[in-house]
């Protein structure tokens, strides 16, 4: 059982960027990840339509022999995660949730900024999370809708890409957050881009090596970390393998077999 992989997926490539600090981390470990491409983007999706998707990933995942899941998503994390922790008590699940906690206890100008997805901005886990961890700061959040497909296009820098996120971005800095908090797995990638837009002292969060940091837990305390060698990282999309497989070298650090995923 150590040796058997890791199952990570995501509505997209958005995933990709926790995928890369798993395998930081846990280079023994063999990852399966799988892009569900063809209904990206979860944002703006009803939160039973996610579940439905959640529960497909995790069969999936279950029939390829999986000793742990990650939800590589924050919509998805707040839509599916206690579903599948339900329904698959035997797996270690790793969900995904806005930084809201480190960011409360790091800014200095008691103003947090949230960049996230419609549909985990508009959850009650979302809103659990600010009545917890956000009640001395004041917290701005922003829904990015369109970003992510732009993202999905392997678009990272275009004028059109640069004034979307301005736009989403000004209301932030107007508010005074100095610290700003990256809600959806897609958006670590617009990191360099963002660091040109805003002043040197405000802080980029996101979680993506904390998600790593409970797999590498959640695999210690069950006794299920590998100690051989991993496999290539083996990747599925519910859309065109092609178009993944073009885009996947801007934002994955080998190429990788891809694999049609029609469910
Ligand atoms: N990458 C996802 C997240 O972390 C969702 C993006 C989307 O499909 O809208 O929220």
């Known amino acids: 059982m150590r040796e058997a992989p890791i199952g990570v997926f995501d509505s997209g490539v958005g995933g990709l960027s926790v995928l890369a600090e798993i395998q930081r981390l846990l280079p023994n470990e063999s990852l399966l ?6 209904n990206v983007p979860y944002g703006e999706k009803t939160p039973e339509f996610i579940r439905q998707r959640c529960s497909v990933m995790a069969e999936f995942f279950q029939q390829q022999g999986a000793k742990a899941l990650v939800l590589a998503c924050n919509t998805a994390t707040v839509a599916g995660v206690a579903d599948l922790r339900r329904d698959y008590p035997q797996w270690p699940i790793v969900g995904m949730e806005p930084a809201v906690k480190p960011a409360a206890a790091a800014t200095r100008s008691g103003v947090v900024g949230v960049l996230a997805t419609t549909g985990t901005l508009q959850s009650a886990k979302f809103a659990a999370l600010l009545d917890r961890f956000a009640t001395d700061v004041r917290v701005i ?35 005074g957050c100095d610290t700003i908090i990256l809600g959806c797995t897609h958006y670590p990638f617009l990191k360099p881009l963002l660091k040109q837009m805003i002043p040197e002292d405000i802080s980029l969060i996101d979680t993506g090596a904390a998600v790593a940091r409970q797999l590498q837990r959640l695999l210690t305390e069950r006794e299920l970390l590998a100690d051989g060698t991993a496999d290539a990282a083996q990747f599925w999309t519910s859309a065109d393998p092609e178009h993944f497989r073009n885009i996947l070298p801007i934002l994955w650090n080998t190429s990788g077999v891809v694999r049609s995923f029609n469910k």
């Open 33 to 38: 990840y799988v892009a569900d491409c063809g």
């Open 141 to 175: 959040t922003q829904p990015c809708p369109g970003l992510v497909e732009l993202i999905e296009n392997g678009d990272l820098h275009s004028p059109a890409l640069r004034e979307l996120l301005a736009r989403y971005v000004g209301p932030l800095l107007a508010a």
